[in-house]
């Protein structure tokens, strides 16, 4: 089945250590998207990617470091720089066509990180 | 992107048409209006998106009002499962990934 595929459901970091979250798709999608979502808060944009080996920042990536070295992949690294990184994370992609017409985006089904 | 307003909850009985609105009154003309929902500790679902026309899918109806400076997303005949928190998104859709932001939403409850 095609859809976006985030790893692990769970996570948990140390004080200073950097993690790395995963995200894979297989919708053959050019866009790849991160966002962090805080307890009853609405989801704010870390990255995004409109192609491979290009990336742009959000609205909150200080902290955050990504890439971009395949299509199907865009993991987020949440460095020891982010010092409140407890929170849900959620990958998505689009694809582009004809403006307004496939611009959905596709969500996977989160990483809850939380510090230990 | 235009900014959006939604009223923070909603109660509904199961069975009965849900009506959530949103008010997008700095709409541009370029700018299309998108739903999403999210059920409790997934990832956002997309539902519809409009123009300026009224949409209808299987899943819901979107009605834009004439001035483009509101909106209504309509659930027909809402089920206990449709319990979730709605993203009304206003956003010029110009074929290439942009910033989407998505706000606080309504959170609609559905009840017996």
């Known amino acids: 089945d095609g859809g976006i595929t985030q790893s692990p459901k769970y996570l948990f970091r140390k004080e200073g250590q950097n993690v790395t979250l995963s995200c894979e798709q297989n919708?053959?999608?050019?866009?790849m998207y991160w966002y962090r979502q805080d307890p009853g808060q609405g989801l704010r944009l870390i990255y995004y990617s409109q192609i491979v080996n290009d990336f742009q920042k959000g609205d909150i990536a200080e902290g955050y470091s990504v890439s971009r070295e395949k299509k199907e992949s865009f993991p987020l690294t949440v460095t020891s720089a982010q010092k409140n990184p407890t929170a849900f994370y959620l990958c998505?992609?689009?694809?582009?066509?004809?403006?307004?017409?496939?611009?959905?985006?596709?969500f996977g089904s989160g990483t809850q990180l939380s510090v230990l | 992107d235009a900014k959006t307003t939604q009223p923070p909850s909603m109660d509904c009985a199961e069975g009965r048409a849900a009506n959530l609105p949103c008010n997008h009154s700095t709409i541009s003309g370029n700018e299309y209006v998108y739903w999403y929902r999210q059920i409790h500790s997934q990832g956002p679902q997309y539902i519809i998106h409009?123009?300026?026309n009224n949409e209808t899918n299987e899943m819901a109806s979107l009605i834009i009002t004439e001035d483009r400076k509101s909106s209504t997303l309509i659930l027909p005949h809402a089920t206990l499962r449709d319990t979730a928190v709605y993203y009304c998104i206003v956003r010029v859709a110009t074929g290439t990934a942009s910033k989407l932001t998505f706000g606080t939403g309504t959170r609609l409850q559905v009840t017996l």
């Open positions: 919708l053959n999608h050019d866009a």
């Open positions: 409009g123009l300026k």
């Open positions: 998505a992609s689009s694809s582009f066509g004809r403006p307004g017409t496939n611009e959905k985006l596709f």
